[in-house]
């Protein structure tokens, strides 16, 4: 499954181990020439052997084979950090885009470009995913973000059309919400979900990450608190992840929900729910929804065995040709990151466009804030949960983000 997943970052000067580790590691034995190695979290079997799968059909013209290592998603960091100890990190490390500033900001990274991987034609959203301090450093084969799911045969009964807008999405909850069906869904946890769901209301009503309190982020919270004030989604979204949110539109609980295109193999199962997907509603019409992009970025760290760089920078190439591409992101539900493959693929699934176009204006979450990313993250949750659980006034919460954010990063 390729969404955000729920991970522990390590902190940065941890992680700023790994740079006069790797610099070391021609000292160790080298490894099987014939061999490129993988770390990923690929620990789902079926789709362990998806990629390899892929990693087969690309390794064999080259003469080589292609072994992974796979590990939770929450342990990636650290394995990736043992093995760079003892001197055996893998030729490729997929990490979660969102773990990507803190590595590259060892230095333990190749810039892809020098290395020979061929970067161009890629839409904005997947570049900045994989890119740190103008450099690009991993590169994703597909991606994902947000859209507004909705359950098409409930708006129909209700007389409702989809909303584009704040306005009309607050009044569309309300009429949507009849007996134990709430009219919105969203995760509010105190988390990467919570968060992850949290920036597209944020990001489109001008929130900046790098200034929690500067005012313009209130708006997003007050529309969270006003749906749940008045009903129209459940109280309970403080301790939703994604997947139980997802359960409860599919139960019928729920006429709409904020949720990820990982969803759709579930929603698919059940023959007798008709849904559709639209772009997550601007809080007035003509904005832009500006919603985060997720999903998982190939690297390369700095191993020191040259000639192994260049081979897997040639996997990374076959990998992320616009074919790969799209046969890869058919295959997860995902959006391919060549814009090329991405238009092919909207033809071809024309039921998720909603999420194709949502990407088109996604942006990484580090991509202004670098490696302070989870000291951010964890302010902006605490922010949300203090409001929703009354506690706090959409001012005053983001005001103390900004002052736990700012402890947290003189901390590190």
């Known amino acids: ?128 995913l994989g890119t740190f301090k103008g450099e690009q450093y991993g590169i994703a084969r597909s991606v994902n ?21 704040w306005d009309e999405l607050k009044a569309a909850a309300k009429k949507l919400t009849r007996g134990k069906t709430y009219g919105m869904a969203f995760s509010a946890t ?41 009903k129209s989604a459940s109280s309970a979204a403080v301790t939703w992840n994604q997947q139980d949110v997802n359960d409860q539109f599919i139960a019928g609980r729920a006429a709409m929900m904020i949720n990820g295109p990982w969803q759709v193999p579930v929603l698919n199962e059940h023959k007798d729910l008709h849904w559709a997907v639209a772009s997550i509603p601007v809080p007035e019409a003509g904005d832009t ?3 985060p992009i997720g999903g998982t970025v190939m690297t390369l760290p700095k191993t020191g065995h040259t000639d192994r760089q260049d081979t897997a920078a040639k996997i990374l190439n076959c990998l992320n040709d616009q074919k790969n591409q799209l046969a890869w992101s058919a295959g997860i539900n995902n959006i391919p990151t060549r814009t090329a493959a991405a238009a092919e693929y909207k033809e071809q699934n024309p039921k ?44 005053a919460a983001l005001k103390q983000a900004q002052s736990q954010a700012t402890a947290g990063e003189r901390g590190n």
């Open 145 to 165: 973000s947000l859209g507004l799911i909705y359950n098409t045969d409930l708006l129909k009964r209700a007389g409702v059309k989809p909303p584009t807008t």
């Open 1 to 128: 499954m390729q969404y955000p997943r729920r991970r522990h970052a390590a902190p940065v000067v941890v992680l700023a181990a790994l740079l006069p580790v790797i610099a070391v590691a021609g000292c160790a034995n080298e490894p099987d020439a014939k061999t490129i190695t993988v770390l990923n979290s690929a620990t789902d079997t079926l789709e362990h052997s998806q990629q390899q799968k892929f990693f087969d059909l690309c390794a064999k013209p080259l003469g080589v084979k292609v072994v992974q290592t796979s590990v939770p998603a929450a342990q990636v960091s650290s394995k990736a950090l043992r093995m760079a100890s003892s001197h055996s990190l893998t030729d490729i490390l997929e990490l979660d885009g969102s773990e990507l500033a803190q590595f590259a900001d060892t230095g333990g990274l190749l810039p892809l470009k020098s290395a020979g991987v061929n970067v161009s034609g890629m839409s904005p959203g997947p570049v900045s």
């Open 190 to 230: 105190p988390d990467a979900d919570g968060v992850y769901q949290f920036l597209p209301f944020f990001w489109s009503a001008g929130g900046d990450e790098a200034h929690l309190d500067n005012g313009k982020g209130v708006k997003a919270l007050q529309l969270w608190k006003d749906l749940v004030t008045s």
């Open 289 to 291: 929804a500006v919603a």
């Open 352 to 395: 998720l466009t909603g999420f194709a176009d949502q990407v088109a204006t996604a942006r990484s979450r580090t991509a202004r804030v670098g490696s302070q990313w989870p000291v951010i993250s964890d302010a902006l949750s605490g922010a949300f949960q203090s409001v929703l659980a009354g506690g706090s006034s959409p001012q």
